[in-house]
């Protein structure tokens, strides 16, 4: 075959466009339903989720009011929260505030879909328990543990002093209030989680505990060797959402503590608030938004390739 | 059978349903016709679940649309009037109120946004303008002497104390602190009564805690900022002394209480259940306490601001969209008169608020000199249903003792100095010059960024 057959060859004469042109023509009808259905959810997400988030990064390098003309300051959003000392206390806050979260409220959820999955009796009674705090507006329990935590007339200090036990002052110091609130974020999230595990623990095949025994395992022993194998991917994937959500708690300060105090409980996202609401620093607040979401961006996509390479 | 015909154009009717909504969102209110009349919208219009004050707002909207049938007035039932997190947004919507509430800590902050309209050349015919108090009127005045918004009330801080605590701790109710020395020794008293009694309660958190500082460092002939009103001036002797007597109370004495981080809305049931002795604040207190936090007025005083150097003065009132057209302005400014500075009208119809047992005879709101203070003075003796001798200690200081108002960007500021508060009343060993100074460096840099 000569060059000039073969280039005519590739070449779409007009009447493969036009029948080409027909068949996405012809597509476009069929599915043209789809195609309006599916524009709903896009303007939604577009107007109110991606729009915002591009206008977040613009806003992260101007100087606005949202009613005058908005100015480009280069990097001096970042450079003004860079030596703020809430900035500092705020991420701080925030990684102590997920590592108590992942060790309290990583732990506890999963023993206690462990221990519930082993019951034999009032099982339902026991699920719906551990259930109904998450029924709980979360601003009410915030206020419900904001008296909990009275170290004068609050339920845990009266207790305390009922054994004759020494009594704290809970989210009032600055040594343990961070400590506190993440008490309150695992009595109040994790019903769901409890679920979610409960799920995964039913998943197992009830053979593989019967091998297990058969091979003289104790219960600890097949917790490690069948169990945790066996959920390893929701454990996985709870425990990225949960650093996830963590990161971005924010009912919690707002309600109970105000930040304080003296900013030992103030986090990334309140901050975010602050400079917002309180400042009407909206470019400094959403330069501060934006370090938050990359930074969560980029451990997630670490957090998910590693997860992946050990498969 | 429907027909993937008309599934389609159901599916066209609901976008476009969808878009028409949000294009709807974004109209802006109020208008002027050609004939003359003008409508006009109103915000802060009292919640349904205070059915006297919406009754009352209600009726007043009525009387003057009929004294005034060109104007229309709609009201918007918002809570609370002035929320900082939609307040841009509504502005820059076009979505704000034609007539919109706003506090004195905002106002400062809405002129220098070019967020507010200029009503100067609108006000010349309200009725007693001159009679209104210079530091409530100024609030709505720039540098350059223009006007962008009327006062609607006014308040000084004081100490306000329960009469049957002082009793009980051996002090004479008629006879409030005016030290800050005074205080102290009387919070020890009153806490020296046990049963969880707190002599004496301050804030510290919600913005609250910086507001009460800057009264409290006001009181003490102290300042928040330099007279340019650019740099920060509370890292002083004045503002030492404050943490200094707090930090005493609260951990020597240990007549503050062992709960911190509290806002108004703690403070108030404390007092309101015979728990507390003492706190400052405002007498815009009293009916909240009694009506909602089971106090009696019988049982509420309220006296001058310990310290006697100066007190802070705030308050509240309406500024114009800076959209409006003249019209609406010269609209509003008229509605304004009626309802907010009218003796014997709207918030000032004592007859009507007695009647409807609603508390009349408190001090303030406290608008006027002159011969329109004398009159509201009069018509609210006649209709007084308060025991207005629990407030003689505060009215008789507040002819001599010296207003002072908020700082610029007060609510930033105040936000600062929360930390500051509940550095002091939450950790014995709190460094008040390190607290103080890195309040300072960071008010610095918030006022340098505006």
């Not at chain 1, 330069?287 to 670490?302: H, K, N, R, T």
């Not at chain 2, 976008?15 to 802060?44: E, F, H, R, W, Y």
């Not at chain 2, 609510?411 to 100095?417: F, M």
Request: some cysteine; hydrophobic content about 40%; charged content about 15%.
């Amino acid at each position: 075959m000569s060059v000039a057959t073969s280039v005519a060859a590739r070449l779409p004469s007009r009447s493969t466009a036009t029948n080409r042109g027909d068949r996405i023509r012809r597509k476009l009808a069929a599915n043209l339903t789809a195609y309006l259905m599916l524009a709903g959810g896009l303007i939604c997400f577009a107007l109110f989720s991606w729009y915002p988030t591009v206008r977040a990064f613009i806003l992260a390098f101007q100087k606005t009011n949202f009613v005058g003309a908005s100015h480009w300051v280069g990097w001096a959003n970042f450079e003004r929260l860079f030596a703020d000392p809430e900035f500092t206390a705020a991420w701080r806050n925030t990684v102590e505030f997920t590592g108590f979260a992942l060790l309290i409220g990583f732990a506890v959820p999963f023993l206690l879909a462990v221990v519930l999955n082993e019951m034999r009796h009032a099982k339902s009674l026991f699920r719906l328990l551990v259930y109904l705090p998450v029924m709980v507006p979360p601003v009410v329990t915030a206020i419900l543990w904001k008296w909990f935590y009275d170290p004068g007339d609050g339920l845990f200090n009266e207790t305390l002093r009922a054994l004759h036990l020494p009594t704290s002052s809970w989210v009032y110091s600055t040594s343990t209030a961070v400590l506190s609130l993440v008490l309150v974020s695992t009595w109040s999230n994790m019903g769901s989680t409890v679920l979610i595990y409960l799920a995964a623990l039913q998943g197992i095949p009830a053979d593989l505990y019967e091998a297990a025994e058969l091979d003289g395992a104790n219960i600890l022993q097949r917790v490690r060797h069948v169990t945790v194998p066996q959920t390893r991917y929701v454990l996985l994937m709870l425990m990225l959402l949960q650093i996830v959500a963590t990161m971005q708690v924010f009912t919690e300060p707002f309600i109970i503590t105000g930040g304080g105090p003296q900013d030992a409980t103030i986090s990334v996202l309140y901050l975010i608030y602050k400079y917002a609401f309180v400042y009407y620093d909206y470019g400094g607040a959403c330069a501060l938004s934006i370090m938050l979401f990359v930074f969560l961006g980029i451990f997630s996509a670490f957090y998910l390739r590693l997860t992946r390479t050990n498969d | 059978m429907r027909t993937p015909t008309s599934s389609r154009l159901a599916v066209l009717a609901v976008t476009a349903g969808c878009v028409l909504t949000l294009v709807a969102c974004s109209s802006s209110s109020g208008s002027t016709s050609a004939n003359g009349d003008v409508s006009i919208t109103v915000n802060c219009e009292p919640p349904t679940s205070d059915p006297i004050d919406r009754k009352n707002f209600t009726d007043d909207i009525a009387s003057f649309e009929k004294s005034h049938p060109t104007i229309q007035i709609t009201p918007k039932d918002e809570y609370p009037c002035d929320d900082p997190k939609t307040f841009e947004a509504k502005l820059a919507g076009g979505q704000m109120e034609n007539v919109f509430y706003v506090y004195d800590t905002d106002v400062a902050q809405v002129i220098n946004n070019g967020q507010a309209a200029d009503i100067s050349s609108y006000i010349s015919g309200v009725k007693g303008l001159d009679d209104i108090q210079p530091s409530t009127l100024s609030v709505f005045k720039d540098s350059s002497g223009k006007y962008y918004g009327l006062p609607k009330t006014n308040y000084s801080m004081g100490l306000i104390y329960n009469r049957s605590l002082f009793t009980q701790a051996g002090l004479d109710p008629n006879t409030p602190p005016t030290t800050w020395a005074q205080v102290q020794a009387d919070s020890k008293k009153i806490s020296a009564l046990g049963n969880g009694i707190v002599g004496y309660a301050d804030y510290s958190s919600g913005n609250q805690g910086g507001w009460h500082f800057t009264a409290e460092i006001y009181s003490r002939g102290g300042s928040m900022v330099t007279s340019d009103g650019k740099h920060a001036n509370f890292d002083t002797a004045a503002g030492k002394a404050v943490l200094q007597n707090l930090q005493q109370m609260r951990w020597t004495d240990n007549s503050m209480g062992s709960k911190q981080l509290l806002t108004q809305s703690d403070v108030m049931p404390m007092m309101g259940s015979g728990k507390l002795g003492m706190y400052i604040a405002a007498p815009d207190n009293l009916p909240t306490i009694v009506k909602q936090y089971g106090g009696s007025y019988d049982n509420l005083s309220i006296g001058p601001m310990p310290g006697a150097k100066a007190t802070l003065l705030g308050g509240d009132g309406y500024m114009f969209n800076v959209k409006d057209t003249a019209a609406q302005i010269q609209a509003g400014v008229q509605w304004l008169e009626y309802e907010n500075l009218t003796p014997g009208l709207g918030q000032f119809n004592y007859q009507r608020a007695a009647a409807e047992k609603t508390p009349v005879g408190l001090p303030e709101p406290d608008l006027w000199n002159g011969a329109m203070a004398t009159s509201d003075a009069q018509a609210k003796a006649k209709y007084a249903n308060v025991p207005q001798q629990n407030y003689a200690a505060f009215q008789a200081a507040m002819q001599t003792l010296p207003g002072k108002i908020e700082p610029p960007d007060a609510q930033q500021i105040y936000s600062v100095l929360d930390n500051v508060m509940s550095g002091v009343l939450t950790s014995q060993n709190a460094d008040i010059n390190g607290l103080l100074s890195d309040a300072s460096t960071k008010v610095n840099t918030l006022l340098a960024n505006q």
